[in-house]
Antibody, heavy 119, light 107 residues
């Protein structure tokens, strides 16, 4: 069965770029779309954006000027880059895959990775 | 943007109780509404998709209903493992958004 695993630095300095990778195992990245979601400590969930297996990426308008999601098919990975981070970007970041036949109901999630923005 | 209101923000209930959580949107989203359960330190788990479809492996005491702008998650008989935070999430129009969450606590 498909499993997702996030990886990347747990600490990023303000104004720098947050970079995370999600490794897909047990299935091909060349189908489905792939999504990033985050959750600040003690708060709710925020959809960041998704990249479809074909077509253009879609981002949350609140983040679109700072975010890039890309796929590395040869590594069966997809990535998140968030530029010019501030303390407000401190959160657990999840990668997720939607249920077959949907784009927006997420049945497979990574375990999440905590990213702290601090000097 | 389509506004979402999830209520209540928290509730206290006993094992065996029937629990209802609602989610309301400011525009018609047809049936593009999903429900998740999240336990501390864990990723959310999909319970219900497209308003009323029970995700594989989820106990039948969970059910969803609604369409358009008003949606409901019902737990017919609360079990000890159901104490958690529940989120609705809409699709349809980007940005997809989550409700504020409902924390279900033990009475």
């Amino acid at each position: 069965q498909v499993q997702l695993q996030e990886s990347g630095p747990g600490l990023v300095k303000p104004s720098e770029t947050l970079s995370l990778t999600c490794t897909v195992s047990g299935g091909s990245i060349s189908t489905y779309s792939w999504t990033w979601i985050r959750q600040p400590p003690g708060k709710g969930l925020e959809w960041i954006g998704y990249i479809p297996y074909s077509g253009t990426t879609n981002y949350n308008p609140s983040l679109t000027s700072r975010v890039t999601i890309s796929v590395e098919k040869s590594k069966n990975q997809f990535s998140l880059e968030l530029t010019s981070v501030t303390a407000a970007d401190t959160a657990v970041y999840y990668c997720a895959r939607p249920l077959g036949g949907t784009n927006d109901a997420f049945d497979i999630w990574g375990q999440g990775t905590m990213v702290t923005v601090s000097s | 943007d389509i506004q979402m209101t999830q209520s209540p923000s928290s509730l206290s209930a006993s094992v065996g109780d029937r629990v209802t959580i609602t989610c309301r949107t400011s525009q018609n989203i047809f049936r593009y509404l999903h429900w998740y359960q999240q336990k501390p330190g864990k990723a959310p788990k999909l319970l219900i998709y497209a308003a009323s479809n029970l995700q594989s492996g989820v106990p039948s005491r969970f059910s969803g209903s609604g369409s358009g702008t008003d949606f409901t998650l019902t737990i017919s008989s609360l079990q000890p493992e159901d104490f958690a935070t529940y989120y609705c999430q809409r699709g349809y129009i980007i940005p997809w958004t989550f409700g504020q969450g409902t924390k279900v606590e033990i009475k």
